[in-house]
C-alpha cells in the first residue's frame, strides 16, 4: 500500500498494534449493546471500511499483539491488543466489512457521528439527548 492510498490511520493505546485504511471510511456509528458496552467500558464508537483496505503495519502477525476474540455467539470476532487491551476492530464473520474503533484512529479523523443503534440495550447510567436518530435493535448501515 502506498502512503497516497491511505485516508486514515489508528493504533492502540500503548502503540503495538499500528494500522493504516485506504478507501472510504463510514462516518461513526454509536452501538449500545451489551458486549459493546462491556468491551469498552460505555457505548463503542466505530467507524466501518472494507475489510481489503485495512492494513496492519505493526502487532499484526501471529505472534504479534494484535489478538481476536469471537463471541460465544459466532456473529462477529473483535480484535484487541494483548498488552494494553485497547479494542481496535469489530469484524463480522463472513463479511467484506470491519469497524474501526472510532477513538483508536488518529486525529484529525474528519468523521461525524450518524446514529445510535441496539438502544434499549444502552446503561441505565446515561440518556442519549443528541438528537441524532437512534435504533432500538438496529443497523449499522
Known amino acids: 500500500m502506498s502512503e497516497t492510498d491511505t485516508t486514515a490511520s489508528g493504533a492502540c493505546l500503548c502503540g503495538a498494534v499500528r494500522y493504516r485504511l485506504r478507501g472510504q471510511l463510514r462516518d461513526v ?4 449493546c451489551g458486549q459493546c458496552r462491556r468491551s469498552h467500558g460505555h457505548h463503542a464508537a466505530y467507524s466501518s471500511a472494507a475489510l481489503e483496505d485495512l492494513h496492519i503495519e505493526r502487532g499484526g502477525d501471529g505472534d504479534g499483539a494484535l489478538r481476536w476474540y469471537t463471541a460465544p455467539d459466532g456473529i462477529a470476532r473483535r480484535g484487541f491488543c494483548q498488552h494494553c487491551g485497547a479494542s481496535l476492530f469489530w469484524a463480522p464473520l463472513g463479511e467484506p466489512r470491519v469497524a474501526i474503533s472510532a477513538g ?36 449499522a448501515g
Do not use: M, W
Not at 456509528?29 to 449500545?32: A, F, G, K, L, T
Not at 486525529?107 to 437512534?134: M, N, S, V, W
Open 29 to 32: 456509528v454509536n452501538c449500545h
Open 104 to 139: 483508536s484512529l488518529d486525529q484529525p479523523t474528519g468523521l461525524r457521528t450518524l446514529r445510535h443503534i441496539f438502544t434499549a440495550d444502552k446503561g441505565d447510567y446515561y440518556e442519549i439527548a443528541d438528537g441524532l436518530e437512534q435504533l432500538p435493535r438496529g443497523h
